[in-house]
């Protein structure tokens, strides 16, 4: 069993609109083209809404890194986020050469 579900332009029985309207073949026809341009700018519309909200969800999230420093960076490459940049040093060898002074 197959479910064929339509949406928009394509949901409409233009037939119908045609012997309803009294509409010639063209004006049906641009009946038609101006559905499609319809659900084309609706979904051009919701597009950009969506990429305004990532842009600004992403900018946050910079931000919220740019705000905390080290800390993120410190996560991201395995170092414990207590420890700031800078203060992990090597510590000093000793050789002991068996001769004492």
């Not at 641009?30 to 319809?38: A, I, P, Q, T």
């Not at 420093?69 to 700031?84: K, M, S, W």
């Not at 002991?96 to 002074?101: E, I, R």
């Amino acid at each position: 069993m197959t479910v064929d579900i339509k949406t928009g332009y394509e949901a409409v029985d233009y037939q119908e609109v045609a012997r309803v309207e009294q509409l010639k073949p063209l004006e049906l026809e641009l009946r038609k083209c101006e559905s499609m341009v319809d659900g084309i700018v609706s979904e051009l519309e919701y597009m950009i809404s969506r990429e305004t909200a990532l842009r600004d969800t992403n900018g946050a999230a910079a931000a919220a890194d740019l705000a905390g420093g080290p800390r993120p960076q410190a996560l991201t490459c395995g170092l414990p986020p207590c420890v700031p940049r800078g203060s992990v040093q090597s510590r000093p060898t000793t050789a002991s050469s068996g001769s004492a002074s």
